[in-house]
């Protein structure tokens, strides 16, 4: 074996890192590129060691930011967190998603459950589907100092649609949740059929809401997705009305005033 091309663990010591650090000169901000989340100045020491394996001293990690003054502490931040809801630029680094915004204050999230949260401790009384809106937006760091907050400018940077889906999600799940509850109060404590609506009357449908929960209710009135056999389904029935129809248009005028007057 030929010793001198053998690096010694001394070697490997002093051998250079590339740091996965950059600064958003903007705001001050340290950056992870590897995790996409902003660090407080006395955490970036640790977030190197703890999840990275690198042991670097406070001087190196400034030279390799370029920076003679530190960035934003935990301290700063928590008191800039605190009273910021909306910033004209996102930091850089930070995944920019479509979230949603509370029209009635400047809370903003993604998720559903969070919105609806917020609502019941902020806004008892108001439905949270029919007082938000649509905005983008970022969560600069985790921890403790987990927050969302809205980006009113995003040109040149990439906007994740993940989010944008779950919001439709959120819109159809509560439209279904809606369904749901006015068909099961519409049915509940009448054995009677008689004394529903002309609707449900008409369509039976107390015999397949009888004695299902919400969750039951749910799943009957969710929109089915292509892997469901009543999707299918729906897709042939639309195309037997769409041939029906074709056939129909142009034909014999009585045979089509028969057919519209049937009740």
């Not at 394996?53 to 928590?78: C, P």
């Not at 108001?126 to 905005?135: H, P, T």
């Amino acid at each position: 074996m030929d010793l001198d091309n053998v690096e010694s663990p001394q070697d490997l010591l002093d051998a250079p890192i590339m740091l996965p650090l950059e600064v958003d000169l903007r705001y001050n901000v340290a950056v992870c590129t590897q995790c996409c989340t902003g660090l407080t100045f006395d955490h970036i020491q640790w977030h190197l060691r703890c999840v990275h394996g690198i042991k670097k001293q406070l001087d190196t990690v400034m030279e390799h930011l370029n920076i003679e003054a530190h960035t934003l502490s935990s301290i700063e931040i928590k008191t800039w967190m605190s009273g910021i809801w909306i910033l004209d630029r996102a930091i850089q680094g930070v995944p920019v998603k479509k979230g949603i915004a509370c029209t009635e204050c400047h809370h903003s999230c993604v998720e559903k459950t969070s919105m609806k949260n917020h609502f019941t401790a902020k806004h008892q009384g108001m439905k949270w589907s029919e007082n938000i809106e649509r905005c983008n937006v970022q969560m600069p760091f985790q921890g403790r100092l987990k927050k969302y907050i809205q980006i009113e400018h995003v040109e040149g940077q990439e906007v994740e649609m993940g989010a944008e889906n779950d919001w439709q999600k959120m819109l159809e799940l509560e439209f279904n949740e809606t369904m749901a509850e006015r068909t099961s109060s519409a049915t509940k404590g009448h054995s009677d059929i008689c004394l529903s609506s002309a609707f449900i009357a008409k369509m039976r449908w107390d015999i397949c809401v009888k004695d299902k929960d919400l969750p039951e209710l749910q799943n009957l009135a969710k929109m089915p997705v292509k892997s469901d056999r009543m999707f299918q389904v729906i897709l042939c029935g639309r195309k037997w009305v769409e041939k029906c129809g074709g056939a129909l248009n142009g034909g014999n005028m009585r045979v089509r005033r028969r057919l519209m007057s049937v009740g």
